[in-house]
């Protein structure tokens, strides 16, 4: 039995992860997501926030919101950047490879707003922009998680 039969299928849960580094373009994504959900929802989707250190951080977080039964989906949110000490690619791929394990082998959804860009510096022209770019982004996520929702509800109804 999946974690989505065993909830009250009028009230919806959604865990939201957000990394530390960068918080405040990182929280940006949060609140539209937030914003988003609320108001398409009609208050029938609660979101719990989760604040963890860095992006690495994000997949372990997700399989334990995953196997507590108690989300119909996650979402997490970073801002993965090049520090000049290590390669953010790698950090980029361990996470999103991270995340899609944890929603094969639990069967939660995972949604990923973890975001690398090429050339991020700290100017404030970038930092305006992905302030700006994540208010978008929280948007996005917040569509194709409800979106998943519903289609994975109707699967369900239909068995």
């Known amino acids: 039995m999946d974690n989505l039969s065993q909830q009250n299928p009028e ?3 959604v865990a939201f992860i ?3 580094w960068h918080a405040d373009i990182v929280g940006q994504c949060y609140q539209s997501c937030l914003n988003y959900i609320k108001q398409q929802s009609n208050g029938c989707c609660h979101v719990d926030a989760f604040d963890v250190p860095g992006a690495l951080e994000i ?3 997700a399989q334990d919101l995953a196997n507590s039964g108690q989300y119909h989906a996650i979402i997490a949110s970073a801002l ?3 520090g000049g000490i290590y ?3 790698f950090v980029s791929s361990a996470v ?3 995340i ?3 929603q094969l082998d639990t069967g939660i959804p995972v ?3 973890v975001l690398t860009p090429h050339h991020f510096h700290e100017s404030k022209d970038h930092k305006e922009f992905f302030y700006d770019h994540f208010k978008v982004k929280g948007q996005e996520v917040a569509e194709a998680c409800l979106m998943m929702i519903a289609i994975r509800r109707q699967i369900s109804l239909a068995a």
Do not use: E
């Open 11 to 13: 009230i919806l849960r």
């Open 18 to 20: 957000k990394a530390g």
């Open 59 to 61: 997949p372990l977080l």
């Open 80 to 82: 993965i950047v090049d």
């Open 87 to 89: 390669r953010h690619d």
């Open 96 to 98: 999103i490879d991270g």
């Open 100 to 102: 899609m394990r944890v």
């Open 111 to 113: 949604f990923s707003a």
